[in-house]
């Protein structure tokens, strides 16, 4: 083939590498109604009643406080083994960059509601847009000092696992979701997100079989010092050298879960290289490579290939713009994360392993109806 991230975090700051997150999705065809919900519904603040909908009376089990016990949801996939006999509180970190956290939020509100019933407050933390080192170490520096029982947080970038450490040595259980640094240990209690790896190998047998292995393939990343976007990228890379080793891959260009850039990017590509065949995003923003393919008239000439099944994206597999995205489950990432620091802080038992995979599916325009029953294109 041709290869055409606190206030003391100085400490650290130098091997902190900036990375927004670039998402990559997922979501079963029985979650699509709480995907649309994400978009219009904040998760609760803490000291705010769950939402009655979402649990049923049941009687409280033998040693329990007697609260009202939640019936686990559809589609969730950790429950509650029994209810905390004092009142607990886990902080849960998320940005708001792109879409994709609306998938998170939506799992984040499920879980919310549903703990309420077992003396347990989750407050969400909204650390806004930029998704790199310094960011998530200065929050998870403030966040400890308000003495939680646990903190869930997507790490992401190289540097991290320094103040995750102090704060697990602190006392604070710690879990992590959809990224981590390729350096955390397991001082935390859990990773919970999707194999990316696996991620790019299907991404790439998409590609493989959308050119026939012949033409150009360009390649949009996030940042290249994002974890989870270099381990897409290296999936895909490895597993198109053995399907189409023909196939000129271009090297990848930055456009930070933006869809602007990635729409920026995508029309350079596009005017440069008149045999591109696929573009290949990696992150957060991928319809903006969609939108790009349609204003030049490309749709059925080139696809893109990209990750999460928000809305936005889904748009775009609908009118074929988008040839095939894979999913994560970002629901269960935001549930399973906090649930396994709710067992372990009223069990004392860890989660069976210390990488909880979430699933992983493809759709494309052939499987959209029936993957995604739920799903309006407009």
């Not at 150009?216 to 010092?225: D, E, H, K, M, N």
């Not at 809305?311 to 994360?337: F, H, K, R």
Request: aromatic share 6%; charged share 20%; with cysteine.
């Amino acid at each position: 083939m041709k290869k055409t991230r606190k206030l003391a975090g100085i400490m650290v700051a130098a091997v902190l590498a900036a990375g927004l997150v670039g998402c990559g999705s997922g979501q079963t065809a029985a979650t699509q109604a709480q995907t649309e919900a994400a978009k219009t519904t904040e998760a609760p603040k803490a000291g705010e009643p769950a939402k009655e909908e979402t649990a049923k009376e049941v009687p409280a089990s033998e040693g329990e406080t007697g609260a009202q016990m939640a019936e686990l949801p559809e589609h969730y996939k950790m429950a509650a083994v029994k209810a905390s006999e004092e009142p607990i509180e886990i902080k849960f970190c998320y940005y708001s960059n792109n879409p994709f956290w609306d998938l998170i939020k939506a799992g984040l509100n499920d879980v919310t509601n549903y703990l309420a019933s077992y003396n347990c407050t989750v407050t969400p933390v909204d650390m806004g847009s930029e998704a790199d080192g310094k960011t998530i170490a200065d929050y998870i520096e403030t966040l400890e000092l308000d003495d939680p029982a646990g903190i869930v947080c997507p790490p992401m970038a190289d540097g991290t696992e320094a103040y995750i450490d102090r704060a697990v040595s602190d006392g604070v259980t710690v879990a992590t979701y959809l990224s981590e640094s390729t350096n955390q240990t397991d001082t935390r209690i859990c990773f919970v997100g999707s194999d990316a790896v696996a991620g790019g190998a299907t991404a790439a047998q998409m590609t493989a079989d959308y050119t026939g292995g012949k033409g150009t393939v360009g390649v949009i990343t996030g940042y290249l010092t994002m974890n989870q976007h270099e381990e897409r990228r290296k999936g895909f890379n490895d597993k198109l050298a053995e399907l189409a080793p023909d196939l000129t891959l271009l090297e990848p260009v930055e456009a930070h879960d933006s869809a602007t850039e990635t729409y920026d990017a995508a029309v350079d590509l596009i005017t440069a290289y008149p045999d591109l065949k696929v573009i290949y995003c990696t992150a957060g923003g991928p319809y903006g490579a969609a939108q790009a393919v349609k204003d030049q008239g490309k749709t059925g000439e080139i696809g893109v290939v990209c990750f999460d099944w928000v809305p936005d994206n889904l748009q775009y597999v609908a009118t074929g713009e988008i040839i095939g995205a894979v999913s994560q489950d970002p629901e269960n990432m935001a549930w399973m994360s906090v649930m396994s620091i709710f067992n372990y802080t009223v069990t004392g038992e860890k989660p069976e392993s210390t990488h909880l995979l979430t699933d992983s599916d493809l759709v494309t325009p052939d499987t959209l109806a029936e993957k995604v029953p739920d799903f309006k294109a407009q």
